[in-house]
Every structure is written in C-alpha cells, then in structure tokens.
C-alpha cells in the first residue's frame, strides 16, 4: 500500500520549508515570533484540517475549477520569485526562459507520486544538511551581545502575526490526496508547526549575525551564507543553486499533481500525473511567467495570500452549508 499510495508529508514539508529559505527580507523578531508561532500553527492546521472535511462534502465543478487556478497562478509566482532572487543574487545570469525550463523539465521524472515522495526526502534531507553546514560556516559570526532587548510593542506581534498566517497551498493539498496512511496522527499541526519553528530559528540565527540591522537587510540569509568562515563554501553556491531549484520543481510536481486530480475527477485515485498534460502545463506557465514578469512580488504575494483565505473561508461556508443540509433532511 506504501509502494501504491506513499506518502506526500516530505514533500509538502519541503514546500512550506523552502518558502523560509528564499524569503527577500526578514520579517519579524524571533522572541516575537516564537510567542505567536504557538498560536499561529495550531491555527494553520485547524483551517487546514476544516477545509479538508469541508471539501469531501463534495465539492462542485466550479470549486474544483477555482483551486486548480489557483495552483497554477501560484506555480507561476514560484517561478517569478525565484527568478527575481537569481537576478538579485547573480545579475544577468539567467534568464526568465531559462529559469522557467530548468524548473520544469525535472517534472517529467516527478509525475509519478512516487518519484515525488523519494526526490522529496533526499532533498529534505539535503537541505537540512545545507542549513547545519551554513550555521557551521557562520557560527564565528554570531554574537549573544546582538540580542535586541527593547520592549516589544502590540505591533510587532501584529507584524509577526501576519507573517506567520500566510496560508500556503500545501495546508490545503491534503484534502485532494486519495485516503492513505491513516496511522498518522495531526500531519498539518507537524507540518505548520515545523515550519513556523524552522521559520522562527532561521530569524534567530539572523539577530545573532546582524543584531539591530536585521529589519533593514535585503536577502540576508543568502548574505549571511555568503560571509560564511569556511571560505568552501563560496565554492558550493552553484550546489546551492541546484538544491533550490530541485526544492521549488518539488512544489511545482505537487501543484500539478493536484490541478491533474481537480480537472480529472474520474482518475481521482490515480497516483501519476499523465504526460499529455506536462506540455499544457509548460506552455501555459510560460506564457503567464511572460505577463506577470514585471509584477511586484511582493504585492501579488499578497494577493495569492488573500486568494487562498479567501477560497478556504469560502469551501469552509460551502460545507458547513451542506453539513447543515445533510443534518436537517432526515429530520424534515
């Protein structure tokens, strides 16, 4: 059953993870955030585990429709992030084309699920591993006196807040998956939580290097990789360039695997994504990468963000609503 149906939860970890590691600027402050992270995650998976019970009450064509075009817009965002990263980090390296094609030729190989589960542990497993290397090559740099002890105000724990309730797609992909692995118990409470406290240590990590300056670097994680001890490590940005975009290909195979079960409710079950429907997929992220190249980032983040409350919020209405059906008609 493992071999038929594995499991995805490495794969939606690398997604909610890699989010954390390409971030443009740093947020919040890590005190701030480890108080609200303990009322942050528990709500993440509350919301994901509604909308999970709210969808299996069947949702209609028109809704199915809605969450795959949301999945495609956020592919596109995925892409244009990475890309307006690459061009801050290596000016005029790569192109947009270029960038669009790396990211997604690997995805003939990932359109099985299991192809995605495996490459999803090694890269989790990689990426773990290039974080402890970089606080290796970091760790002369980082200084206790960078501490911030100023008194924290109402709206740092707004800010931190607001930071953290970012609903990604990955709280909401479970509901799609076909029923498997049951002995797990509260996987979005492990998921949110994980990824709220590698979010919340990676800012901590980032006060100890730059103390009162952290609010006002761009990138500072990749500066603060690039300033590392061990002068090798210079000699491995190409590798890290490799794990990034083996990370980001991870969520692009898991938001085409879920558009695939949205548009083809007869092969619901199915564990792999057909290979007629990679060209579409390619082509028309490719043309929407093309219009939304000189968008803010960070605005249509925002909108995605707005989007994604809003289409739960509004399966979550649509459930309830049939619950309540459901519930009044054996009485009637």
């Known amino acids: 059953m493992k071999r038929e149906c594995p499991s995805l939860l490495a794969a939606l970890t690398v997604g909610v993870l890699v ?23 528990p709500l993440l998976a509350m919301i994901g585990g509604l909308f999970a019970k709210a969808w299996h009450c069947g949702p209609s064509p028109v809704i199915r429709l809605s969450f795959a075009l949301l999945l495609f817009y956020t592919s596109a965002l995925e892409v244009l992030h990475f890309w307006n990263l690459a061009q801050r980090l290596y000016p005029g390296t790569l192109s947009l084309t270029v960038v669009c094609l790396t990211l997604l030729l690997p995805l003939v190989y990932l359109r099985r699920v299991s192809a995605i589960s495996q490459t999803a542990h090694v890269v989790l497993c990689l990426l773990i591993l290039a ?15 960078n501490l911030q002890n100023q008194p924290l105000q109402i709206s740092d724990y707004v800010t931190a807040a607001k930071e953290q309730m970012i609903l990604y797609p990955e709280y909401l992909l479970p509901a799609l998956w076909p029923q498997r692995d ?3 118990r509260h996987p979005l409470l492990r998921l949110s939580l994980l990824a709220l406290l590698f979010d919340v240590a990676i800012h901590f990590v980032l006060e100890l290097f730059y103390g009162a300056a952290l609010s006002m670097r761009m990138d500072p994680l990749h500066a603060v990789a690039r300033c590392g001890a061990l002068s090798v490590f210079n000699r491995l940005e190409s590798l890290q360039m490799i794990l990034w975009v083996m990370a980001i ?27 007629r429907v990679f060209p579409l997929y390619a082509g028309g992220l490719l043309v929407l990468c093309a219009l939304l190249r000189k968008s ?23 459930g309830a609503a049939t619950w309540l059906c459901q519930k009044v008609k054996p009485c009637s």
């Not at 989010?19 to 303990?38: C, D, E, H, I, K």
């Open 19 to 41: 989010n954390v590691l390409l971030r443009s600027q740093s947020a919040y402050w890590p005190r701030v955030g480890a108080m609200t992270a303990l009322f942050c995650a």
């Open 296 to 318: 803010d980032m960070e605005v249509a983040m925002q909108i995605r963000n707005l989007l994604t409350w809003g289409f739960a919020w509004f399966v979550g209405m649509g």
């Open 182 to 184: 049951q002995k797990r």
């Open 131 to 145: 974080t402890a290397f970089m606080l290796l090559t970091i760790l002369p740099r980082l200084h206790i006196t």
């Open 249 to 275: 290909t991870i969520k692009l195979a898991l938001y085409l695997y879920g558009i695939c079960l949205l548009l083809d409710q007869k092969q619901t079950g199915n564990t792999a994504v057909p290979l």
